[in-house]
Every structure is written in C-alpha cells, then in structure tokens.
C-alpha cells in the first residue's frame, strides 16, 4: 500500500483511476484542492502557485492589488431571512420540522428494536426528505398535508427502514424495510469505517502513510477528511470474506489528511456490518 500511496501524496487521485472493474457501485467523487499540479512539483507546486496568486502589492489605501490591478473589495452578505416553524406546500422542510418527524421516527419501539454503525441502540440515522404527494389528487392542493421521509439503516437486522411521518397529525403513516438497498453512506459511517481500518492490521499502511506526510501517528478519524462509497460484492469476486456486501452495508475509503494529502486506500473494504476489514485482491 504505501509502495501505491506515495505516487499520489499531494495530487489529485482522478475518480476514473479509482475505479475497480466489476468489483464496485461507487458515487462519483471530486477530489479537490490539488487539480492542474504539475508532476515534478505535485500539490506542493500547486499550492504556492496559488499562494503567489493571492499575493498583491499592498495600495495605498490599504487595499491588495495584483498585478498591478485593485482587488475588488469583499461583498455584503446580506441576513438570511427568518425561518418559520413549519413550511407550506412544497417548500423545503424546516429545521423545526426536522427535529420534529425524526423524534416522531424514532419511537421507543424502533430505539429498542434496532442498531446503529457503532453498536449502541437505535438505527442509524440517514436523511430527512419532504415526501411526494400521496395521490395525484394532492399535487394541486395548496392544503394537502405535507410529509416527510425518515430514513435509518438498521445494523441489527441490515435493513433500509424509510418512515413517512405526517407533519399535521403528528403520525407515522407508513414504514417501509428493505434488504439489499444502499444508500449513500452518513458522516457517522464513514468516520466508523475509518476508526475500523485504523485499528485493524490491514491499516498499516495508512497508518505508515499518515506517518511519512506529517510526521505523526494516526489515532483517530479526526485526523482524516473522509469521502466513502458503498461497496458491492459481485459473483466470483476476491477475497470470498466480501460476497455479502451488498447485504451488509461496505464501505470504500477515500482518506484525505487535514490540510495535507490524499492517501490511496482503494483496495481496502470495510464491511460495517460484520465490522471487519478485507483487502481487495486486483491482481
């Protein structure tokens, strides 16, 4: 790993290189920061080169100037405007409505019957959406009650469980489960897949990697800027010990070190369901 790794410290590792054929469903990913470094320089190069950019000659009144030319002076951003407690027709939910259909979501039984990414009671929480109208007779109504979609991922059962809550009864009308459906990853498993591959074996490298860019030990996902796309097992696929992901919920990590380089980890996989992590065999 850290042979692959040192190649791209400090340099954009293209999304279309990251690909693995066959083996992934991943969601495209822009790796920003060090696009356009030359390869004698890498993103070191490019940095300054942007630095030396923002560098002006300071005016005489105080205001920087490049190349000769004034800067132009920062824009006002104007108050957003107050937010309501609750939306009408098709607005985007409010933050009050939010805290409100997730708490209604989550009941006492779904808090007992199901577990979230780290273990601990309770599913994990994925997004919060207004729902669409439930007949078409509702798409024209200005007084159609408006709802929204409370989406969790149970690590107990490895399950998608969407509920529909109703913002005027207060009441969840509908609850869906589903099995082999995968979502976008949360912040939350991203930063649990991370702490799994650093404290496994298999983590080595990242860890030596992390080492060799800064100087430090790597300890904790806090020390990372995390992008993770959801792996799937395809038939005959290597190493055996990954067949289920797809039914249980797989990560594939793309570590950034904070204010530093990106490291290569794309043939790592950790299954979040088994929580284990396996290496990809791409030879």
């Known amino acids: ?25 991943m969601v495209g990913i822009t790796l920003p920061g060090t696009a356009g470094a030359d ?22 009144d105080g205001a920087r100037s490049g190349d000769g030319a004034q800067a132009v002076r920062p824009g ?25 259909v997730e708490k209604i979501a989550l009941d006492r039984q779904m808090l007992g019957a199901a577990e979230n990414v780290d ?50 009864t207060g009441k969840v009308e509908q609850t869906t489960r589903r099995h082999g459906v995968q979502p976008p990853l949360s912040r939350a498993e991203n930063t649990e897949a991370a702490k799994l591959l650093i404290a496994d074996p298999l983590g080595a490298g990242l860890r030596a990697d992390y080492k060799d860019a800064t100087g430090r030990e790597l300890t904790s996902p806090d020390q990372l800027l995390l992008n993770g796309a959801v792996y799937r097992a395809v038939p005959g696929g290597r190493p055996a010990a990954l ?41």
């Not at 850290?2 to 791209?8: A, D, I, L, Q, S």
């Not at 067949?243 to 904070?258: I, Q």
């Open 119 to 168: 273990g601990r009671r309770g599913p994990e929480r994925l997004t919060v959406d207004l729902a669409d109208p439930a007949t078409a007779d509702e798409l024209d109504d200005p007084d159609a009650p408006r709802r929204a979609d409370v989406t969790f991922y149970d690590y107990r059962n490895d399950e998608l469980v969407t509920r529909t809550v109703n913002l005027r």
């Open 76 to 100: 006002v951003v104007e108050r957003a405007p107050a937010e309501g407690k609750n939306g009408t027709g098709r607005d985007p939910l409010t933050d009050d409505e939010i805290r409100r």
């Open 243 to 283: 067949d289920t992901c797809g039914e249980h919920r797989c990560v594939r990590l793309f570590p950034k070190v904070v204010n530093g380089p990106w490291i290569d980890a794309r043939w790592f996989v950790v299954d979040l369901s088994a929580r284990k992590v396996a290496r990809l065999d791409h030879h």
């Open 1 to 25: 790993m850290r042979e692959t790794v040192h190649r791209h410290l400090g340099k954009v590792v293209a999304g279309a290189a990251l690909a693995l054929a066959g083996t992934a469903v």
């Open 39 to 60: 390869e004698a320089g890498g993103g070191r190069g490019g940095t300054r080169a942007v630095q030396q950019a923002g560098e002006g000659v300071q005016a005489a």
